[in-house]
T-cell receptor
């Protein structure tokens, strides 16, 4: 099975930086995805890490440590539109099923 | 670029009725996943299909069934609807190849309300 732990809620200021942590326990790990989801909308792909290290993509970066079962999503130069839920989702090797954590609801304040 | 198409976008049904949700994956995506997301909850995996065969099953009630057709579209059939079935139902598709960009692409979802 997969146990995924993320903070439930976070608040950050417009223009600042925020880091959303995720720890997971999974059998047959085959990479980890981060998705962004605005209320009532579909999750949208942000990043995918399969090797240890940092992947940078514009204002968003994602880090993975497989030995520690740990990942984080780093958001820079926060904008009001970044207010959303951020879902950490390990991918299971074999059935290749994504299992989502409860998500972190991020609120950006002016 | 073509996306995952789900229909209908919204559906209102009464208790004990049936509902059918449809999903049309991205062309050349042969794997389809169904998720249920209740209010304030994370998406819960229901069922998946690869090449028209069920590949995995999650927390899908026995009242629900699904299949994938020859054109790779999928339908989720829900019978004896209960109030607790009210949720957003997402379909996602992906190609069955490994690589850095083989993440799931989600459809816009079907919001089912059972009254």
């Amino acid at each position: 099975g997969q146990n995924i732990d993320q903070p439930t809620e976070m608040t950050a200021t417009e223009g600042a930086i925020v880091q959303i942590n995720c720890t997971y326990q999974t059998s047959g790990f085959n990479g980890l995805f981060w998705y962004q989801q605005h209320a009532g909308e579909a999750p949208t792909f942000l990043s995918y890490n399969v090797l240890d290290g940092l992947e940078e993509k514009g204002r968003f970066s994602s880090f993975l440590s497989r030995s520690k079962g740990y990942s984080y999503l780093l958001l820079k130069e926060l904008q009001m539109k970044d207010s959303a839920s951020y879902l950490c989702a390990p991918l299971n090797f074999g059935n290749e099923k994504l299992t989502f954590g409860t998500g972190t609801r991020l609120t950006i304040i002016p | 670029a073509a996306g995952v198409i789900q229909s209908p976008r919204h559906l209102i049904k009464e208790k004990r009725e049936t509902a059918t949700l449809k999903c049309y994956p991205i062309p050349r995506h042969d794997t389809v996943y169904w998720y249920q997301q209740g209010p304030g909850q994370d998406p819960q995996f229901l069922i998946s299909f690869y090449e028209k065969m069920q590949s995995d099953k999650g927390s899908i009630p026995d009242r629900f069934s699904a299949q994938q057709f020859s054109d790779y579209h999928s339908e989720l059939n829900m019978s004896s609807l209960e109030l607790g079935d009210s949720a957003l139902y997402f379909c996602a598709s992906r190609p069955r190849v490994t690589g850095r960009n083989y993440g799931y692409t989600f459809g816009s979802g079907t919001r089912l309300t059972v009254v």
